[in-house]
């Protein structure tokens, strides 16, 4: 099985930890992983000029095409940004035009040919896991047993769902069967489907860390040890509002670290 | 029967209202595999309370103590109403089945008794229903005492607009004595001018404001017996909030509906992802059936969805059509009249548009128009225009079908329960009947 | 040559040469890029220097420092990670030039006390400077070659001092190549070398210059006598005695020689023409003119890069005092070298060629920092210019592959951020936070003022299709379910900081045909992309979809009447 490994901008740089656990665990799992010349995945633009961000998410898409391969990302807002511009790429055909002249300028083209898969379904399936699950997967030898972990899911893995189509977006079960996996205990947390705050992070910091604050809160209540992550961007999120704080009170762990150790890999190669 | 993995299935679902889903849990009770396609529907809307049959005859505005007496009156003198074409044991069964997945789900409802009951609105009249939400139980309870309505206290919250605990008082008022009603301040949103119910369910899934709140009302409680709120009390986890209420206060506490669309709809909306969730059913949300073609006799059916990159197709061998309608798109009214909106099916409608609506706009009789709906056979199939059914694995259920007025016989959910129940019966003996592995 | 003219001339621009570093180091403890760099005075930045120098000197860091003389001056290590062709490309300039320097131009005083009965005119001299000759210019070649290869729509700005130097450089050699062509070919610097040598007796002279003419590439035009082997013998014999110790055969100089073959047939013109003089006169000032200049042409780099990378070394990053961050801050803008590595593994270089703005791209992102701070950039005259650089900032997406991609070793996302700071001071923010400035409804009444209301124009549908679709909200009930799943507004208790409008009531004022009030309110800006409420609207409508367009339209739309001014 092979992909190409898009990690988006904040990974290489804020959460190389990310990157390490995921190419750890999928290595485990005998995945390959291409690293190809991508770029931003588009989000940023998306204040500032449509056609800008699906040009610079099909550049991406293109160049996974002309490798012949899927693509594949840790990050959420990523594979949210990516699908999205298939959508709109789908759906507007003027708009399809004028992006496949600026690709032509580089010698891409898209045509829809490479599909945008998030780590967690492809994880999901890798180990094995189905639905309501309750032992660990074959691959865990080292279970995490009595762990009770959080899991956030993070916005734009959810919805829109005809765009992100990765779980059901009003009641997902896919994150909580993957921590059963690993032998820990997922924990019911009212705000689990909730925004972490972080988009309002430069517009609206007060609010950006109500909602942030809110959550943690909330988590903590619910009883979790550890908040799992699967996105840079929520995870530095969480991991920022904590760090003022004299010991972080909720501890956030990435879930390829967390499947990393269950399945007994070097705390080192999970960047832990 | 198929094992159900990527876009294949026993029985696809078109619509996510209260008739699709009922219909895809019932699917997934019977071990068939599942997709179901479409969103919320008019669920949102609903006060999560679960009408069976409260008025008939609709022209009369007759309300009924017994839902199942209504319905042997409705089998003698309106035999072609869908909910008589179904068995009563059935809807009894249809019924318990639905609400236990919905406590499954986090969403609990008092135990459903052979009667209809007598819940409080947000206008201060009294609605007739079947299942009651446990956190409104109380207030039905309070109402239906023989001994007469015992002191009680409405509290509700500055800046909430589409709740008055006075108006309510002051409507019940003389038939109430001892209901008196409290403003307070929403812990938290003290600066916040209009408040939306949802938020504040939310916030009281925290520890903290529950606490602050039911120190705000304690001290207002008086001499009162329970305590009524707007439906506020949580949204995923309403169940711990309430009791948490409860304990706190140390008295019954029921909720109020407010106005659509309520934090009522939004739990049986979540309570009903959830279930599917549970039972594995396959939700494609925010798309829609473009095009349903037939392959061989009876063969499979290929769905074509709209709203996915490339479109998705999707193959089943049987497809329940609850699609609602008018105002979940299930049905298009134009010029030439009334149809269909996916197939063209033929809708047995007044003959002229004239013939829509009463003279008077508020006649209680209702209007023709909502009485249009698809013909169905014996085993739910909608008919065709030469009277046959339209595809030998078709099925429709919900409000989409002709012959009833939901919304004032005080049947909708009713009507989705019961007539998905009977139609997933007939699909189960036909899939089985058709040699599935 | 004059020596006095010569020592006067390399004086003078020593002396200029050096009041110019000194002007332009000055720079490193005055320039201020960043709000927490106001703070400080030059002379705590001078004081941050010597204190991180000490301790640097006197602790383990030492050792990076080392290293990094090493791996990351002299070998170019970072260059070598990024691009291998222009990597050996430098390396072949510095190693060629910096021979050139000490072997040859410092030759009084490196090379002749170091090797005892050195010549500029034996083996292995001559080979090696043509070898460190053509090391430099096979270095230009392919420096120039990687260069074009990695060509982009937007090429960091080079500017004239860039081809300057280039072109001095080439110069020097040039006229190095041909002083010492022409020196083997002249039959005059013969005559006078045979002079001083006191070999004047045509017995002896002759066969000489038979030798001198058939192994050593003087072009005689008179020479009497056919180059018979008695003949050549008997010049060996006197070469023997008076030239050898100085004069190696040229052929070793396999630049010059071939030179010097061509130019036979003009050997005598050139001898005329008294060519060696003004040769020697353009090699020796074009270098005076290179050393003078230094500080102000991209050879300055080499001064200010090192630097830099060594501060790097001397202490890691985080560490960095306000004080010294704001010098190495002033120090980056001199120390970038403009090889637009960083322009072509920037995360949203695609989106800056669709934009037609090259200040997204870190290269001139620098640049205009460091206009930013200089002030020149908020001159009068200069708006669009400065608008445009604060749309390139705010775009960044701090991925730090610049960083990483920059072969000096530049912490450009500290720099984008202080330049962030500095627009953000100059009223040139974010749009999330220029939007603030004004309620939504006075930024409608802006727009009414400005004519530019409402109209469904072609750039509109580009930018926000969806809100100038009627057909994509008019199905809107105003249920409220979205705002009854919006966090913001869920959020939004306290009202300093909360959200004016609902999505509902965006929604509804699109519904009124009032698109203008929406452009500039909070929601739309406030607004976390969520999707809480595209998902659960009961009527299918994109309400997270068109508030993210609106917010396109209202950098658009809302730019052209914000009519932005320099703070004076
Ligand atoms: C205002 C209001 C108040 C209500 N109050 C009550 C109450 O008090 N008590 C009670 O019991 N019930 C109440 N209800 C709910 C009521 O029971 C149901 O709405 C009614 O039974 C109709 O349900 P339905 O599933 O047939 O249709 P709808 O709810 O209309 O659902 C139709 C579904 O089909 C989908 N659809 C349509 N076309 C397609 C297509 N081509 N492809 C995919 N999907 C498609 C739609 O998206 C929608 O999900 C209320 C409803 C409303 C609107
Ligand atoms: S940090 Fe900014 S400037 Fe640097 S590469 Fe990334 S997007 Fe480009
Ligand atoms: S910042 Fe660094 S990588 Fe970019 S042009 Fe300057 S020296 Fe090159
Ligand atoms: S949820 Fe949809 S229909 Fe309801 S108010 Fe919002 S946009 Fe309008
Ligand atoms: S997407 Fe924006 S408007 Fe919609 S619910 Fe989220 S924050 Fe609110």
């Not at chain 1, 760090?243 to 190669?269: E, F, I, N, V, W």
């Not at chain 2, 068995?87 to 409802?109: H, K």
Request: glycine share 10%.
């Amino acid at each position: 099985m092979k992909y190409a490994l898009f990690l988006g901008c904040k990974i290489p740089s804020r959460l190389p930890a990310y990157e390490a656990s995921t190419r750890a665990v999928l290595a485990h799992l005998g995945v390959t992983l291409v690293d190809l010349e991508f770029t931003c995945c588009g989000y940023p633009a998306r204040n500032v000029s449509r056609d800008g961000f699906v040009v610079s998410a099909a550049r991406n898409l293109a160049l996974a095409e002309r490798a012949g391969l899927d693509v594949l990302t840790p990050c959420t807002c990523c594979l949210g940004t990516l699908r999205h511009a298939q959508v709109l790429l789908d759906e507007d055909a003027p708009l399809r035009s004028r992006v496949a002249q600026a690709l032509a300028a580089d010698g891409l083209a898209w045509s829809g040919k490479a599909a945008v898969e998030h780590v967690l379904p492809l994880l999901a399936r890798l180990i094995g896991t189905n639905k309501g699950a309750t032992v660990p997967a074959a691959a865990v030898s080292v279970p995490r047993t009595g762990l009770r972990v959080a899991a956030q899911y993070g916005c734009h893995a959810l919805r829109p769902a005809n765009v992100a189509r990765f779980d059901n977006p009003m009641a997902p079960t896919i994150f909580e069967t993957l921590i059963r996996a690993t032998g820990a205990t997922p924990v019911d947390w009212p705000r689990r489907l909730d925004c972490c705050g972080d988009p309002l992070h430069e517009g609206n910091p007060p609010l950006a860390e109500h909602m942030t604050r809110a959550k943690i809160a909330d988590a903590l209540a619910s009883g979790a040890e550890v908040l799992c992550t699967a996105c840079p961007h929520c995870h530095l999120r969480f991991d920022a509002v904590q760090s003022g704080a004299p010991d972080p009170s909720l501890r956030t762990l990435l879930y390829t670290q967390l499947l990393g150790q269950a399945m007994g890999l070097p705390a080192k190669s999970l960047g832990l | 029967m198929t094992s159900g993995r990527g876009n294949s299935c026993d029985v696809a679902v078109i619509g996510a209202g209260m008739a699709g889903m009922a219909a895809a849990l019932f699917a997934a009770e019977r071990g068939l595999s599942c997709i179901q396609v479409g969103s919320g529907g008019g669920i949102l809307f609903a006060s999560g309370l679960l009408d069976l049959l409260g008025v008939h005859p609709v022209a009369e505005g007759r309300l009924w103590r017994s839902p199942y007496a209504a319905l042997a009156a409705l089998a003698r003198e309106q035999p072609g109403h869908p909910l008589a074409r179904v068995d009563p044991g059935a809807i009894r069964t249809a019924f318990e089945s639905f609400v236990a997945a919905l406590g499954e789900a986090g969403l609990a409802y008092a135990p459903l008794r052979g009667r209809n009951r007598s819940v409080l609105t947000a206008l201060g009249t009294l609605k007739t229903t079947f299942g009651v939400p446990l956190s409104m139980v109380a207030g039905a309870n309070l109402l239906e005492a023989p001994g007469g309505r015992q002191p009680c206290l409405l509290v509700d919250f500055r800046g909430l607009r589409e709740f008055s605990a006075r108006q309510i008082a002051a409507t019940l008022g003389d038939r109430w004595p001892g209901l008196r009603c409290q403003r307070i301040d929403f812990p938290g949103f003290e600066a916040v001018p209009e408040l939306y119910a949802a938020h504040l369910a939310r916030a009281l899934e925290s520890g903290e404001t529950r606490e602050r709140t039911i120190a705000l009302i304690q001290p207002l409680l008086g001499d009162a017996h329970a305590v009524g709120l707007p439906a506020v009390l949580g949204l995923g986890h309403s169940r711990a909030v309430h009791a948490a209420f409860e304990a706190g206060l140390g008295l019954p506490v029921f909720e109020i509906p407010t106005m659509p669309t309520s934090v009522p709809g939004l739990r049986l909306l979540g309570a009903l992802e959830r279930v599917m969730a549970a039972r594995g059913v396959r939700r494609r949300h925010l798309s829609s059936v473009r095009a349903l073609a037939r392959n061989g006799n009876p063969g499979t059916m290929t769905l074509e969805l709209d709203g996915v990159p490339g479109g998705e197709r999707l193959s089943a061998r049987a497809v329940v059509l609850a699609t609602g309608r008018f105002s979940g798109r299930g049905l298009t009214a134009d010029r030439g009249g009334v149809r269909e909106s996916l197939l063209g099916l033929p809708v047995q409608q007044p003959a002229s548009r004239e013939a829509w609506h009463q003279r008077d706009f508020l006649d209680p009789s209702g209007h023709a128009i909502n009485r249009a709906g698809l013909r169905i056979d014996a085993a739910w199939r909608p008919l065709d225009a030469s009277g046959q059914p339209a595809m030998p694995r078709l099925y429709a259920v919900g409000s989409i079908l002709a012959g009833q007025d939901w919304m004032r016989a005080k049947c909708g959910s009713g009507l989705a329960i019961a007539t998905a129940w009977a139609a997933m019966e007939q699909v189960a003996d036909h899939l089985g009947g058709a040699g599935a592995g | 040559m004059s020596r006095t003219l010569f020592h006067m001339a390399l004086y003078a621009a020593l002396a200029l040469g050096a009041l110019g570093l000194l002007w332009r180091m000055a720079a490193w403890f005055r320039v201020r890029i960043g709000p927490d760099a106001r703070a400080v005075t030059p002379a705590e930045r001078v004081g941050a220097l010597f204190r991180g120098a000490a301790s640097a000197l006197f602790s383990r860091r030492l050792l990076h420092v080392v290293a990094a003389l090493f791996l990351d001056v002299l070998l170019q290590r970072r260059l070598y990670a990024n691009d291998k062709l222009r990597w050996l490309g430098h390396l072949l300039m510095f190693f060629g030039f910096m021979l050139l320097l000490l072997l040859h131009a410092l030759a009084p005083v490196v090379t002749v006390p170091l090797f005892p009965g050195y010549e500029s005119t034996l083996a292995p001299w001559l080979f090696l400077r043509n070898l460190c000759g053509a090391m430099v210019l096979i270095g230009i070649a392919l420096f120039l070659y990687g260069v074009w290869r990695r060509r982009t729509r937007f090429a960091p700005v080079r500017g004239p001092m860039a081809a300057a130097f280039i072109a001095l450089l080439g110069f020097v050699l040039m006229t190095g190549f041909l002083l010492e062509a022409d020196k083997i070919a002249s039959p005059q610097a013969f005559h006078r070398m045979a002079q001083e040598n006191g070999v004047t007796d045509p017995a002896e002279l002759e066969p000489l210059r038979a030798l001198w003419a058939a192994e050593y590439g003087v072009a005689f035009s008179d020479l009497r006598q056919p180059l018979t082997p008695e003949l050549l013998e008997k010049g060996r014999a006197v070469h023997a005695e008076g030239c050898e110790s100085c004069h190696a055969r040229p052929q070793s100089a396999f630049v010059s020689y071939p030179i010097a073959r061509a130019l036979a047939s003009v050997a005598g013109a050139l001898d005329a023409a008294r060519a060696d003089v003004w040769l020697l006169y353009l090699h020796v000032f074009a270098c005076f003119v290179g050393l003078a200049t230094l500080p102000f042409t991209r050879f300055y780099h080499a001064v200010a890069a090192p630097v830099s990378l060594l501060v790097d070394a001397a202490a890691p990053k985080r560490e960095f005092s306000a004080a010294a961050r704001a010098s190495r801050r002033a120090l980056a803008l001199d120390a970038c070298v403009r090889c637009g590595l960083c322009d072509t593994d920037c995360s949203v270089a695609p989106l800056a060629r669709h934009l037609g703005n090259p200040t997204l791209l870190p290269s001139h992102k620098l640049i205009a920092t460091g206009a930013l701070a200089g002030g020149s950039l908020l001159a009068s005259g200069h708006e669009d210019d400065a608008l445009r650089a604060a749309e390139g900032a705010f775009l960044c997406t701090d991925c730090g592959r610049c960083t990483s991609a920059c072969p000096v070793g530049l912490d450009l996302e500290d720099l984008w951020e202080a330049g962030r700071g500095d627009l953000a001071a100059a009223n040139l923010p974010a749009p999330a936070q220029w939007v603030r400035a004004r309620t939504a409804s006075a930024w409608a009444e802006l727009l009414r003022q400005g004519q530019s209301a409402h109209v469904l124009s072609d750039p509109d549908a580009a930018l926000a299709p969806l809100s100038a679709d009627r057909n994509s909200f008019s199905r809107c009930v105003q249920c409220q379910t979205c705002t009854n799943v919006c966090p913001v507004v869920a959020h939004s208790t306290d009202p300093g900081c909360g959200v004016d409008l609902t999505p509902q009531k965006v929604m509804n004022l699109l519904r009124l045909g009032m698109r203008d009030f929406t452009l500039g309110s909070r929601m739309v800006w406030d607004c976390a992309t969520c999707y809480q409420c595209q998902e659960n609207c009961p009527e299918g409508i994109r309400v997270a979809d068109i508030m993210v367009e609106l917010r396109a339209l209202a950098v658009h739309r809302l730019g052209a009447v914000r009519n932005w001014k320099a703070p004076s």
